[in-house]
């Protein structure tokens, strides 16, 4: 039987009379990477701060490794990672002046706080800048040392809130491979993104919006589950024909990616590509099949009758 290191039964967070989490249910296995996917405002943030302990909830029940939260939350925080969305730690410090820091407040003190630091130095190629500071680093070696530092006292659980929002594709490559390493370690990781390519990296997803739990599963389940179409059209003026699309009550969505439009059709649509060749006022225009992304799938769960 899974281990789960996350249990949350219809977690909710109302401010005054905005409900920013509604009725969230998470079972979240442990030594997983479990992501959060959903646009800003979609409850994300919240739910972490409300699984760490540090947001009480407005109704539901939460154990955390073992622990009710928010009463355990004091012994909880002694076993968790958080490494926040914007960086936080001191920009007037050097590298490694951060991490002695944040190793006594974390306890680690003496030759294990040193054994640790140069550890983890390496792990996260910072030796080099081990004496630079924080304020002249590039946004991937930022992220470097964010995530030393929320590893330092080896949490077994890591919290990580849209990690590498300010960071080039190279760099988030590298830091999902880190991420990896430690998932494989045993650590269990939950991660909040609104890109499509990390949500893909992750073993399973729960997809939300306006706070509400819209989807879950992995992704290779999610994209299983999927009776929405796919059709690509390629042609002459498809901002036209998108708008033309769009009108039509079968439609989910369309959008364009480089050189040809991506249709999505609603579930019930026996042949996606025919429908739309007989209402498309353009004869001339190329239709095929398409397999379904993920990016179809948060469309589908998220959009409900809005189209776009």
Not at 60 to 78: C, H, K, M, N, S
Not at 250 to 257: G, M, P
Request: contains cysteine.
């Amino acid at each position: 039987m899974t281990e789960i290191a996350i249990h949350a039964k219809k977690l909710s967070k109302h401010f005054a009379d905005v409900t920013a989490v509604d009725s969230v249910d998470l079972d979240i296995p442990t030594g997983q990477i479990y992501g959060f996917l959903g646009p800003n405002g979609s409850g994300k943030t919240t739910i972490i701060r409300m699984l760490c302990g540090l947001l009480t909830p407005s109704s539901g029940d939460v154990r955390v490794l073992g622990l009710d939260i928010p009463a355990q939350a004091e012994t909880l925080r002694r076993n968790i990672g958080y490494m926040t969305q914007k960086f936080s730690l001191y920009d007037d410090l050097t590298v490694v002046e951060n991490m002695q820091f944040m190793a006594k407040i974390h306890g680690l003190a003496g030759a294990d706080a040193k054994a640790r630091i140069d550890e983890l130095l390496d792990r996260y190629a910072l030796r080099d800048m081990r004496s630079r500071f924080a304020s002249a680093m590039s946004g991937g070696q930022r992220q470097r040392l964010a995530l030393a530092v929320a590893t330092l006292h080896a949490p077994t659980l890591l919290f990580l809130d849209e990690p590498t929002s300010a960071v080039d594709p190279e760099n988030r490559r590298d830091f999902w491979e880190k991420l990896f390493d430690l998932s494989d370690a045993g650590t269990t990781i939950l991660v909040s993104t609104h890109y499509m390519d990390e949500a893909e990296r992750c073993h399973q997803l729960a997809i939300l919006q306006t706070g509400r739990l819209r989807n879950q599963g992995t992704p290779q389940a999610l994209l299983a589950q999927l009776e929405d179409r796919v059709v690509a059209v390629t042609g002459d003026n498809l901002r036209q024909v998108k708008e033309e699309a769009l009108r039509l009550p079968q439609v989910h969505s369309a959008a364009q990616q480089g050189l040809h439009l991506r249709v999505l059709l609603r579930r019930g649509t026996a042949d996606a590509a025919s429908y739309l060749r007989s209402h498309l006022s353009d004869s001339t225009l190329t239709l095929s099949c398409a397999a379904a992304s993920l990016e179809d799938v948060f469309v589908a769960s998220t959009s409900g009758g809005d189209k776009a």
